[in-house]
């Protein structure tokens, strides 16, 4: 049950999504790569998920106050999880997730921007309705932190793909902050974000499809059913 309590704190639901974020970032950004090199492939996912889990579990610190109004069910609210633990273990699975990045020769640059984004993002949503583009920025910045990698590059596939990746998540961030407004069906808004949230590998299969990697295209597409049963198992949004 406690495993279970970290897995909904850094919203292991989404881990199937953001495995093809990183697929379809190293793919792009060198056309030849080859995607079944495991310990790259495998070190990058790894490294997105640790991030991934830090910005998501220092969501639910910076949220803490709000969730013990409207949703205390959430882990801090109803006490499974300290708020002073959520953050020391945030702050380690962010620093190694960004660690494992730069050790694997990502850019310094890149993935100190990622983190300040994320938590930009997690400071600030509550209060700014144009952290939504904080929050799109965060995918984008993890797509270009891939692709600072050795062997990789920002290439025009690379940015077409995150222009149309940024405007989606834009659109879901925009109709997940309608679940809190006074007479919102919560809900069905819920269950239209967790849908959009399991379908961002179809943005990243669409993506290496139009370059001809329908290899690397087809794994992104089985993310999504993936994404839809973690979703059943673990927390999403």
Known sequence: MKLRVWLD????????????????????SAP?????????LGLAVIAGWLVYAGGATFNDVADATFDARHRPERA????????????????????AGLGLFIVAGASPFWAAALAVVILAY????????????????CRVLLGLTVASLPGHGVTPALLAWLGV?????????????????????????????????AFIPFV??????????WVPAVLCALMVPLGRWAQRVVAAN
């Open 32 to 40: 030849g790569f080859p995607f079944h090199a495991i310990v790259p």
């Open 204 to 213: 990243d299969a669409v993506a290496l499809l139009v370059c001809g990697a």
């Open 165 to 197: 990746l940024f405007a989606y998540i834009v659109v879901l961030s925009l109709l997940a902050r309608r679940e809190y407004l006074p007479g919102a069906p919560a809900a069905k808004i819920g269950r239209s974000v967790g849908r959009l949230l």
């Open 9 to 28: 704190l850094a919203r292991a639901g989404n881990f199937p999504s953001v495995a093809g974020n990183v697929l379809a970032a190293l793919v792009l």
């Open 76 to 95: 801090i609210p109803r006490g499974a999880v300290r708020r002073a633990t959520a953050a020391s273990v945030a702050t380690a699975q962010m620093a």
């Open 122 to 137: 997690d400071w600030t949503h509550k209060r700014w309705t144009g952290s939504v583009v904080l929050m799109a920025g």
